[in-house]
């Protein structure tokens, strides 16, 4: 596509019809030719938005409910996990603390394999409805 809302041809026809009609029909060309301008250019406008991405629904207040309850689990567990590897027997704080070493890795993995696979999900779930639309 050219810069230009309308091919040189066009703006070309338009200025002869301009000249050949004469003054009494200037105002008359020189609408028409605005209306040609203002439909290109809405119809540009028209497309560049269908191309452009569609902005996300705030959360709402069960998704902001469930992340609270979350972050409440969260924060119990961290809590048990600090009082499990520092109460006790000194021996054995090594030993806790390489478990919830492994426990820790173990967790954040899952989270990111769900992660990854909840954002392929999604991404083909916008491919199939790019396709489809």
């Given at each position: 596509m050219s810069d230009s809302p309308l091919a040189p041809e066009e703006i070309r026809a338009a200025a002869a019809a301009h000249h050949d009609l004469g003054p009494e029909y200037s105002d008359a060309v020189v609408a028409s030719f605005l209306e040609k301008v203002d439909r290109e250019v809405a119809?540009?406008?028209?497309?560049?938005?269908?191309?452009?991405?569609?902005?996300?629904?705030?959360?709402s207040a069960d998704s902001?409910?469930?992340?609270?309850?979350?972050?409440i689990a969260i924060g119990i567990g961290v809590s048990a996990m600090?009082?499990?590897?520092?109460?006790?027997?000194?021996?054995?704080?090594?030993?806790?603390?390489?478990?919830?070493?492994?426990?820790?890795?173990?967790?954040?993995?899952?989270?990111?394999?769900?992660?990854?696979?909840?954002?392929?999900?999604?991404?083909?779930?916008?491919?199939?409805?790019?396709?489809?639309?």
């Amino acid at each position: 596509m050219s810069d230009s809302p309308l091919a040189p041809e066009e703006i070309r026809a338009a200025a002869a019809a301009h000249h050949d009609l004469g003054p009494e029909y200037s105002d008359a060309v020189v609408a028409s030719f605005l209306e040609k301008v203002d439909r290109e250019v809405a119809a540009r406008v028209d497309a560049r938005m269908a191309t452009m991405r569609q902005p996300v629904a705030p959360a709402s207040a069960d998704s902001r409910q469930s992340t609270l309850l979350k972050g409440i689990a969260i924060g119990i567990g961290v809590s048990a996990m600090t009082a499990f590897v520092v109460g006790g027997n000194p021996d054995e704080r090594l030993h806790r603390m390489l478990w919830l070493l492994l426990i820790f890795i173990v967790l954040i993995g899952a989270a990111g394999a769900a992660r990854a696979g909840r954002r392929i999900r999604s991404r083909e779930a916008d491919r199939a409805r790019r396709l489809t639309g």
